[in-house]
């Protein structure tokens, strides 16, 4: 509140809206570039552990018809 808020009128203080800057604007986030080989290698560990997933969802499904 500032200073002189007691010799104001009985209003609730509002602050002063920011002032906008034409033609400025943030910089917008961008992750940075994959290479191919980046973007190759991080697809076949995905579909490696894809696969091992698989494995361990037959193997349960097996045990689970044994079972019966």
Known sequence: MPRWWW???AT???PP???SVPGYAPPVYAP????????LAMLESQAA???QQ???IRKR???MEMKK
């Open 7 to 9: 010799a104001m009128p």
């Open 12 to 14: 609730p203080y509002t």
């Open 17 to 19: 809206a920011p002032v």
């Open 32 to 39: 940075p570039a994959w290479t191919e080989e980046q973007e």
């Open 49 to 51: 552990i894809l696969e």
């Open 54 to 56: 698989l494995e361990q």
């Open 61 to 63: 499904l097996e045990e």
